[in-house]
T-cell receptor, first 116, second 112 residues
Framework: GAVVSQHPSWVICKSGTSVKIECRSL??????MFWYRQFPKQSLMLMAT?????????EQGVEKDKFLINHASLTLSTLTVTSAHPEDSSFYIC????????????FGPGTRLTVT | QKEVEQNSGPLSVPEGAIASLNCTYS??????FFWYRQYSGKSPELIMS????GDKEDGRFTAQLNKASQYVSLLIRDSQPSDSATYLC????????????FGSGTRLSIRP
């Protein structure tokens, strides 16, 4: 149980283009999902909290117009990196919280983004 | 002061020994505590959660919580080379019921 998938697992894009990453909870409903970014040898950095049916809550310093989050259903959240630049190259990981009331977060396998 | 502090390591432990990982947190009213394991290049995996003072055991893993000291630890018995990973301590934030604050992680290396 508590499986979260992400697609794609890796992507290479050219500078200036946009990339969409999907996060799905496969066997539970998740009103709340989270998006993290992790640079090599660094800790997880929470980017935003995604809430089904409402606007995402972004952490300080994260540009909401650059990292567009849509949480249109109880099992799917998407992160779109707009006008990507090489400095956006990173490991993007989503997590989801089961609506059954448990507070644990379950992580997806991550998406490695490389912007050339 | 960081909200969740861990020694970055690396912590080197011989195979078969007990590995002890420690974590302190600053928010006294935190209620939920977690240990995640992250292998290099992979995403974190939840291995233990603990909510009450005392010990909680699951296989070779024991989580220990002391809210008075604001301290949580993870013991790994009979350490195996496959336990070599970064271990992240995570604490629920009181300011928002849904957000979890992660420590920067302790890198554990089990030497054969």
């Amino acid at each position: 149980g508590a499986v979260v998938s992400q697609h794609p697992s890796w992507v290479i894009c050219k500078s200036g283009t946009s990339v969409k990453i999907e996060c799905r909870s496969l066997d539970f409903q998740a009103t709340t999902m989270f998006w993290y970014r992790q640079f090599p040898k660094q800790s997880l950095m929470l980017m935003a909290t995604s809430n089904e049916g409402s606007k995402a809550t972004y952490e300080q310093g994260v540009e909401k117009d650059k990292f567009l989050i849509n949480h249109a259903s109880l099992t799917l959240s998407t992160l779109t990196v707009t006008s990507a630049h090489p400095e956006d190259s990173s490991f993007y990981i989503c997590s989801a919280r089961d609506d059954s009331g448990r507070i644990e977060q379950y992580f997806g396998p991550g998406t490695r983004l490389t912007v050339t | 002061q960081k909200e969740v502090e861990q020694n970055s390591g690396p912590l080197s432990v011989p195979e078969g020994a007990i590995a002890s990982l420690n974590c302190t947190y600053s928010d006294r009213v935190s209620q939920s505590f977690f240990w995640y394991r992250q292998y290099s290049g992979k995403s974190p995996e939840l291995i233990m959660s603990i909510y009450s003072n005392g010990d909680k055991e699951d296989g070779r893993f024991t989580a220990q919580l002391n809210k008075a000291s604001q301290y949580v630890s993870l013991l790994i018995r009979d350490s195996q080379p496959s336990d070599s990973a970064t271990y992240l301590c995570a604490v629920s934030a009181y300011s928002s019921a849904s957000k979890i604050i992660f420590g920067s992680g302790t890198r554990l290396s089990i030497r054969p």
